[in-house]
């Protein structure tokens, strides 16, 4: 995607981002409106208030309205608040629009953006905070009540897509670690897939599968396409989107459709449903 850069002029500098910035991570936000990237922000650009963002991303474009070196007020914590002071805002858009689908697809863009910032500053989806986190307002309000966890998990796949890409030839992400390293990693696979810790045999199973020359999205998409694992997926796309617990029929039906479907593609496909009225 392209970033389209459409800055604020210099002379605004003073009331929207008076500061330099060395970001520490990204704070996310919602516009609770239903406009477009470009109308939110012209309008940004065009008043006089305080209130500034980095980048507006709609279901089409990603545009820039701040330097990224300057820091933005959005957080809601203050003159010295880090949210303010240390971070990159981006505002989603159209996140009451009629048409659930332009957000969705906004998220995606913003994924996107999330994913290409984290790789540019080294950060992971543990540095993406929400606007609540800093204030308690609640924004990104739209994002909070699909889940949180699903966006983070969308980054998480456009960081790994990206990654793959710059790095093709890349194998063998675990030459170098240690036997420690290896268990850290296998046992962060069970909470993520799982919600649960690891056990002895599964700890040693995947241990076992782990080898030198073995990547490690290899190994985490073989983690993840374990039955055990999907259902989990499953039960957690169902209290997000659909906001109850999955029938057994569903949580079968799906269980098996995930086997070669990603939980990105799950969520859409309940996202629709929901939209339906077709539970
Ligand atoms: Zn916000």
New binding site residues.
């Given amino acids: 995607m392209d970033i389209i850069k459409n800055l604020i002029p210099k002379e605004k500098y003073s009331i929207k981002c008076p500061y330099s910035l060395s970001p520490i991570g990204i704070t996310v ?2 516009t609770a409106n239903s406009a477009s990237a470009a109308n939110e922000i012209a309008y940004m650009e065009r008043n006089d208030k305080e209130t500034s963002y980095h980048f507006a991303v709609d279901e089409k474009e990603i545009i820039q309205a701040l330097p990224l070196d300057r820091n933005g007020w ?1 957080a809601g914590d203050g003159a010295t608040g880090s949210g303010n002071r240390r971070t990159i805002a981006i505002e989603i858009c159209r996140s009451t629009s009629d048409d659930l689908n332009l957000f969705i697809q906004a998220e995606k863009n913003a994924a996107w953006l999330c994913a290409s910032l984290c790789l540019q500053y080294g950060w992971s989806t543990k540095d993406i905070y929400t ?1 609540q986190h800093w204030s308690g ?1 609640n ?2 309000h739209k994002t909070l009540e699909l889940g949180w966890d699903r966006f983070l998990a969308m980054v998480e796949q456009n960081m790994t897509e990206m990654s793959r890409k710059t790095e093709p030839e890349k194998k063998g992400d675990f030459e170098g670690m240690t036997a420690e390293q290896k268990k850290a990693y296998v046992k962060g696979l069970y909470v993520t897939y799982t919600g649960r810790q690891a056990d002895p045999s599964g700890l040693n199973y995947w241990m076992d599968q782990i080898g030198d020359q073995t990547a490690l999205i290899d190994i985490e998409k073989a983690f993840s396409n374990q039955e055990e694992c999907r259902k989990y997926a499953v039960k957690n796309a169902y209290r997000n989107v659909m906001k109850r617990e999955a029938d057994s029929t569903g949580l079968k039906y799906w269980t098996d459709w995930l086997k070669k479907h990603t939980a990105a593609e799950l969520y859409d496909q309940l996202v629709a449903l929901k939209k339906k009225g077709n539970k």
């Fill in positions: 936000h919602n959005h606007h307002k924004c990104p």
